[in-house]
């Protein structure tokens, strides 16, 4: 009984610990979206993009939000950018494990209205830089 009631335990903890990641990863990722809007909408004498879509590259965007190259990573996990214009991707993959899956999020900006909306996956790719945004289905 002891031994069921600690392998219940367990499975409980890793549970919470993958949907708290996934809640995490989501919340870093509106975080870098928001900031890529910011970036859209500064004048080009700021070091912006001026509202254009040409100046909206994975380079200039990394630069300007701290991203010291196309990857970043945090406590949760591990970003990405992706520009198909009109539409700039963040996605994230998450640290924790769950039966040989990771969280994921795709984060869409659309501009140039800037809206945000998101999508979560689970996935068992590795990387940020593996995902694709066909990875979330549309």
Same mark, same amino acid.
């Given at each position: ?47 912006? /993009?001026? $509202? ?8 200039? %965007? *990394? ?7 196309? @990857? +970043? ?30 969280? /994921?999020? $795709? ?8 809206? %945000? *909306? ?7 790719? @590795? +990387? ?11």
């Amino acid at each position: 009984i002891v031994g069921a009631a600690i392998a219940v335990g367990i499975t409980m903890f890793n549970n919470q610990s993958y949907s708290s990641n996934k809640t995490s990863i989501a919340s870093d990722a509106q975080n870098f979206a928001t900031q890529v809007v910011q970036y859209y909408k500064t004048p080009d004498t700021q070091g912006g /993009a001026d $509202r254009n879509m040409t100046n909206m590259t994975v380079a200039n %965007i *990394s630069s300007f939000i701290g991203w010291e190259g196309i @990857t +970043t990573t945090t406590e949760n996990g591990e970003y990405a950018l992706s520009v198909t214009s009109p539409n700039v991707y963040v996605m994230g993959l998450g640290k924790e494990e769950k039966g040989g899956k990771r969280p /994921a999020v $795709r984060t869409t900006i659309a501009f140039p209205a800037g809206t %945000i *909306s998101a999508k979560v996956i689970d996935t068992v790719k @590795t +990387t940020a830089a593996s995902l694709v945004v066909g990875d979330f289905g549309s």
